[in-house]
C-alpha cells in the first residue's frame, strides 16, 4: 500500500471513530446498553466495509491503474447492497433486542458520513498527482511558443 492511501484511510478512519464514540454515548444515555451495542455495531460494520474496500482498491490499482474505477465503483455497489439488506433484517425482525436498531441505523448513517466527509477532505487538501505525467514529444517548432502545422 503506498503512502498516499494509507494517508487516505487514515484520514477517514479517524472521524469516523470520533463519530462512532459520539454516537455510542448519546445511544448509550438515551438507550442504555441496547444503544450503545447498536452503535457500535454500526461503527464496526461502517469501519469494515470502508477500510476493506480500501485497502482491495488500493491494492487493485497497484497491479492495474486502468481498474480504479471498476474496482471502486464495484466496492460500492457491494458496500449498498450489504447494508441495505443489513438494514431490512434488522427493522422487521422482532426478535433483535440485544440491540437498538434505531442506534445501529443512526451510527451507520453517520458513521457514512464521517468517513466519506474525512475522505474528501483527505484528497482535497492532499498535493499529490491522480495521474501520471507523460511527457509529450516537443516537435522543433515549438521552443518559441508558436504552434506549427
Known amino acids: 500500500m503506498q503512502e498516499h492511501d494509507a494517508k487516505v484511510l487514515r484520514g477517514a478512519a479517524i472521524p469516523t471513530l470520533i463519530v462512532g464514540a459520539g ?3 448519546v445511544f448509550s444515555a438515551i438507550s442504555g ?3 450503545a451495542i447498536g452503535a457500535v455495531v454500526a461503527l464496526l460494520l461502517v469501519l469494515a466495509f470502508f477500510g476493506v474496500s480500501g485497502f482491495v482498491v488500493a491494492k487493485i490499482t497497484k497491479r492495474n491503474p486502468d481498474l480504479f474505477m471498476p474496482a471502486t465503483l464495484g466496492g460500492f ?3 449498498a447492497v450489504v447494508l441495505a439488506v443489513a438494514l ?3 427493522r422487521g425482525s422482532d426478535s433483535v ?3 437498538d436498531t ?7 448513517l453517520l458513521g457514512v458520513i464521517a468517513w466519506l466527509a474525512g475522505h474528501v477532505r483527505v484528497i482535497a487538501t492532499s498535493k499529490s498527482l491522480h495521474v501520471d505525467p507523460v511527457p509529450s514529444a516537443v516537435s522543433p517548432g515549438a521552443e518559441s511558443g508558436h504552434e506549427t502545422t
Open 23 to 25: 454516537c455510542t454515548a
Open 33 to 35: 446498553v441496547p444503544g
Open 77 to 79: 455497489l457491494v458496500k
Open 88 to 90: 431490512v433484517l434488522l
Open 97 to 99: 433486542t440485544w440491540m
Open 102 to 108: 434505531t442506534a445501529f441505523a443512526a451510527g451507520a
